[in-house]
């Protein structure tokens, strides 16, 4: 049994995330932190306004909230030696830093995108790359998602993009716009568009181009159920390992 204190229980990830628990036996949500605690909601658990409220006993958190509330959450959590599974996405650079030096402490796992489908296409984009770059093939990105989304590009078109560049050296440069210069494309260059509208899940496409050919790797998510459930894997996954900085590609590589 992984018992669960959820971070940001009253967001809509929240809401899938205990939706899916409801269904999984062997995972029980045992608190809740949220800064809405105490406005009259109530749930299934206690809720608690801060980590450092919490009374209840729990195994791992799991953050699915604001790029604001990590920090703070973090701090906490290494204070209290608890692991945390880190969704939340639009992390800053000091963020990252933090995300990092809590992981020298804590058990910590770090994704841009908690789907096992995105986590697997970024090792076919990484290895189309390494095939397809030398032989001239342009690289796109195109990611989509719905109208409430602030931040642009996505998190997981960022990942993308920097897995291909991992396999690369680091030499391509990332283009968000195009509409201040009057040049052709240039080949060290991969593309980022970003679409907003409706209540679009989340889309992402990557593309190779070449000379009369092209290939494309692209990724549905028809809910935000995708995200829950790599979340729960990836919760009972870190309850068992020892401080250090994950990824879903380890909860992947342990299948």
Request: aromatic share 6%; net charge negative; hydrophobic share 45%.
């Amino acid at each position: 049994m992984t018992k669960i204190i959820l971070h940001g229980c009253f967001g809509k990830m929240g809401q899938a995330i205990q939706q899916l628990v409801k269904e999984t036996p062997e995972v029980e949500i045992v608190a809740g932190i949220d800064p809405l605690a105490g406005t009259g909601e109530t749930l299934d658990f206690p809720v608690f306004a801060s980590l450092s409220d919490c009374s209840a006993v729990g195994d791992v958190i799991v953050d699915f909230s604001t790029a604001a509330a990590v920090c703070p959450l973090l701090t906490e959590a290494v204070a209290k030696k608890l692991p945390v599974v880190v969704c939340t996405t639009g992390l800053s650079a000091e963020d990252i830093a933090l995300v990092k030096a809590s992981a020298q402490t804590i058990p910590l796992l770090f994704s841009a995108n908690m789907s096992l489908g995105v986590n697997l296409m970024a090792s076919l984009v990484q290895k189309a790359a390494q095939v397809l770059a030398d032989s001239g093939f342009d690289m796109e990105i195109i990611e989509k998602h719905h109208n409430r989304k602030k931040d642009a590009p996505s998190g997981t078109a960022l990942y993308l993009a920097d897995s291909i560049n991992q396999v690369l050296a680091q030499t391509y440069a990332y283009t968000y716009d195009r509409s201040f210069r009057t040049e052709a494309r240039r080949p060290d260059e991969i593309g980022i568009l970003s679409l907003r509208g409706g209540n679009i899940a989340g889309e992402h496409q990557v593309i190779f181009a070449g000379e009369d050919e092209i290939l494309e790797i692209h990724h549905k998510a028809g809910s935000r159920r995708i995200f829950a459930v790599g979340a729960l894997k990836a919760a009972a996954f870190l309850r068992k390992q020892a401080p250090g900085l994950y990824s879903m590609r380890d909860v992947i590589a342990e299948k």
